[in-house]
Each structure stands twice: as structure tokens, then as C-alpha cells.
């Protein structure tokens, strides 16, 4: 089943996303060698693809996982989260309708 990945980042942690990112997208890059990443990518802080010192407000992964509890376990080894990016992490099942 896909599940959605709905993280927000702490404030101010700009500089720990910028450090933990080469990890973070290996972690994608994994899964998408597995033929199960959906699409994945930040949250701009502001209407723009490069937001700067502005920074970011968290970051959508959506997956497919066996189960809600692997989807959970999975997000909570994510590095942005041992390096303090992540405040708070949602998992959701998730059904992809269109495209």
C-alpha cells in the first residue's frame, strides 16, 4: 500500500536539513531503485523553487510500504529526523487516484 509522509521541519533548522540532505536522499534514492517511491521533495517556506536562507517547512514522501508500521518505522530512521530537521512526522495511508 502507498503511504504519505508528512513531515514538519522545527524552525530555524535550515543549516541541519542543508548537513543531513546527502544522507536523506540516499534513503530515497533506495527506494526509488526499488520501484517504490512515488515522488518526494521539500516544502518551501516561500512560493519559490529555491527559497533560500528562507528555508523550508517540512517535506512529503509518498511510498509504498507492506504496512503502516514499516511506513513509520522507515520515516523514523530518516536522517532529517536524528539531525533535528523534523518536529513532528505524519503517516497516512494513501490512494493514488489521478494522474
Known sequence: MLYAILAE?????????????????ERLKALAAEGRLVLAGPHPLIDSDDPGPAGFSGSLVVAEFASREL?????????????GVYGRVTVKPFRKVLP
Open 9 to 25: 521541519d522545527v524552525p530555524g533548522s535550515l543549516e541541519k536539513r542543508l548537513a543531513a540532505r546527502p544522507a536523506h536522499v
Open 71 to 83: 511506513a513509520l518505522a522507515w520515516a523514523s530512521e530518516d536522517p532529517y529526523c536524528a539531525a
